[in-house]
C-alpha cells in the first residue's frame, strides 16, 4: 500500500503552497523574535516553498542527502541569528520541514489510512489533530517555562542572557535549596504532607461508600444525591470557601488542623465518588450475589469480592483527592490559620508579598509529583480495563 501511494506525487503548487504555509507560520515566530513578524512570514513561506519545489525535483533518490541539507541549512541560520539556542531551534525545524516536504509531495499522509477516504476526510482527519496538538501546546507551555526558569542564577522570574546562551553561569540550584532549607517553605511543605494524607483517606472512605450506594437501583432520589454530593466540584470555590469558614466558625473548627482537613476532604470526596461510579458500570453484580449465598456477610463481600474489583477506581479517586487538597489555596486562606500554612498557601504569599523566585522551584516540584500520580492514575485506569475485560491484556 505505501509504495502504491508513494509512486504518484502530488502536484507541485499544492506541496509549495502546504509546505511555505508551514513556513510562514514557524517565520511568525522567527520573525518576532527578531522585530519583524510580517518579514518573518513572507521568508518563511518563500524559503520553504522553494526548498518543497527543491525537494520534489530531487526525487525521492536523494530524500536522505536532501533532508541532512535542510537540517544544516536552517542549523546554520538558526545560529546566525540566535547563536546556540538558535542552531537548536534551527535544526528542529530543519528535521521537521525536510520530512513534511517528502511526507506531502509524496502523499505519504495517505499511507496509514483508508484508501476510500475522501479529500476532505483526509483534511479533517490532520486538521482535528492538529488543532488537538494546538490546544495541549497552549496547555503545557507555561508549565515548561517554569520549569527551566527554576533553575536561574538570578532572583528574576525571566531568562537571562545567561541562560539563553546556555551558559553554565547562569543556572543554578540556589532556589531548590530555599526551598529545602528555609523554615517558611519546610513548614509549609510539612503542613500539605500531614493535611493531604488525613483528608484523602477520609474522602476516598466517605466516597467509595457513598458510590457503592447510589450505584444500587433501588436508593430513592440517586440523582438528587448525586448532585449534592458532587456540589463541591461544581459551585465556585470562593462561595464553598466562605460557607465553610461560616459554617466551621459556629463549631469553633476555624483555624484548627481538623477544620482544614474536613474542607479538603470535603473538596475531594466527588472525585471519588465519580471515579469509583465509573468503575461500578462494569462490575458484575451476580458475584456479590453468589458470595452473599456462600454464607459470606455484607463486609466481608465487600472487602473480598467488590473492594479488590474495584481498587484501581478507589486508587484513582484517592490520587486526585490528594492531588486537590495538595494544590488548594483558596480553602486553606478563609478556614486555616498562620501555623496550618500549606505549600500553595506559602506560594502564594510568596507572589504577593515577597516575589520570591523559590515559588519556581516549589512549582516544579509540585508539577513533578503531579505528573507522577497522573501516570499512576492511568496505569491503573488501563489496569481496570483490563480486570472488567474491556482491553487485551
Known amino acids: 500500500m505505501a509504495v502504491l501511494t508513494e509512486t504518484k506525487k502530488m502536484p507541485m503548487g499544492f506541496t509549495t503552497a502546504t509546505v511555505g504555509a508551514f513556513g510562514a507560520l514557524a517565520g511568525v515566530f522567527v520573525g518576532a523574535a527578531n522585530g519583524s513578524t510580517l518579514l518573518g512570514i513572507v521568508a518563511g513561506f518563500v524559503v520553504l516553498a522553494a526548498l518543497a519545489a527543491a525537494g520534489l525535483t530531487l526525487g525521492r533518490e536523494k530524500e536522505k542527502a536532501f533532508r541532512w541539507g535542510v537540517?544544516?541549512?536552517?542549523?546554520?541560520?538558526?545560529?546566525?541569528?540566535?547563536?546556540?539556542?538558535?542552531?537548536?531551534?534551527?535544526?528542529?525545524?530543519?528535521?521537521?520541514?525536510?520530512?513534511?516536504?517528502?511526507?506531502?509531495?509524496?502523499?505519504?499522509?495517505?499511507?496509514?489510512?483508508?484508501?476510500?477516504?475522501?479529500a476532505n476526510q483526509v483534511l479533517w482527519h490532520y486538521t482535528f489533530r492538529v488543532i488537538c496538538g494546538a490546544i495541549f501546546v497552549f496547555l503545557i507551555t507555561p508549565i515548561l517555562v517554569v520549569m527551566p526558569l527554576s533553575f536561574n542564577a538570578e532572583d528574576f522570574f525571566t531568562f537571562t542572557p545567561e541562560m539563553l546562551r546556555f551558559d553554565p553561569a547562569g543556572y543554578s540550584l540556589k532556589h531548590y535549596r530555599?526551598?529545602?532549607?528555609?523554615?517558611?517553605?519546610?513548614?509549609?511543605?510539612?503542613?500539605?504532607?500531614?493535611?493531604?494524607?488525613?483528608?484523602?483517606?477520609?474522602?476516598?472512605?466517605?466516597?467509595?461508600?457513598?458510590?457503592?450506594?447510589?450505584?444500587?437501583?433501588?436508593?430513592?432520589?440517586?440523582?438528587?444525591?448525586?448532585?449534592?454530593?458532587?456540589?463541591?466540584?461544581?459551585?465556585?470555590?470562593?462561595?464553598?470557601?466562605?460557607?465553610?469558614?461560616?459554617?466551621?466558625?459556629?463549631?469553633?473548627?476555624v483555624g484548627t488542623y481538623w477544620g482544614v482537613v474536613l474542607a479538603h476532604a470535603v473538596l475531594g470526596i466527588p472525585f471519588v465518588i465519580i471515579t469509583v461510579t465509573a468503575t461500578l458500570v462494569?462490575?458484575?453484580?451476580?458475584?456479590?450475589?453468589?458470595?452473599?449465598?456462600?454464607?459470606?456477610?455484607p463486609i466481608t463481600t465487600f472487602f473480598r469480592v467488590q473492594m479488590p474489583l474495584i481498587l484501581p477506581g478507589v486508587i484513582s479517586g484517592g490520587l486526585f483527592a490528594f492531588i486537590t487538597s495538595f494544590d488548594e489555596v483558596v480553602v486553606v486562606i478563609f478556614v486555616g490559620s498562620a501555623e496550618l500554612q500549606t505549600l500553595p498557601w506559602q506560594m502564594f504569599t510568596g507572589l504577593r508579598e515577597q516575589i520570591s523566585p523559590t515559588i519556581l522551584a516549589a512549582a516544579t516540584i509540585l508539577v513533578g509529583i503531579s505528573i507522577a500520580l497522573l501516570a499512576t492514575v492511568e496505569l491503573l485506569r488501563r489496569r481496570s480495563?483490563?480486570?472488567?475485560?474491556?482491553?487485551?491484556?
Open 282 to 297: 462494569g462490575f458484575d453484580r451476580s458475584l456479590t450475589r453468589a458470595a452473599a449465598n456462600m454464607g459470606a456477610d
Open 385 to 393: 480495563e483490563r480486570l472488567r475485560g474491556m482491553s487485551p491484556s
Open 71 to 118: 537540517l544544516a541549512l536552517m542549523a546554520i541560520a538558526g545560529f546566525a541569528l540566535g547563536a546556540l539556542p538558535g542552531l537548536v531551534i534551527g535544526a528542529l525545524f530543519g528535521w521537521f520541514f525536510g520530512w513534511l516536504v517528502y511526507w506531502v509531495g509524496f502523499r505519504r499522509y495517505r499511507v496509514p489510512l483508508a484508501p476510500y477516504l475522501t
Open 178 to 253: 530555599d526551598f529545602l532549607t528555609n523554615s517558611e517553605w519546610t513548614n509549609a511543605v510539612w503542613n500539605s504532607v500531614t493535611i493531604a494524607p488525613v483528608a484523602t483517606f477520609i474522602s476516598v472512605s466517605l466516597g467509595t461508600l457513598a458510590a457503592i450506594g447510589l450505584s444500587q437501583s433501588h436508593v430513592p432520589g440517586k440523582r438528587a444525591i448525586m448532585a449534592i454530593l458532587i456540589s463541591p466540584m461544581i459551585v465556585p470555590l470562593i462561595i464553598s470557601a466562605t460557607g465553610m469558614y461560616f459554617f466551621y466558625s459556629k463549631i469553633g473548627i
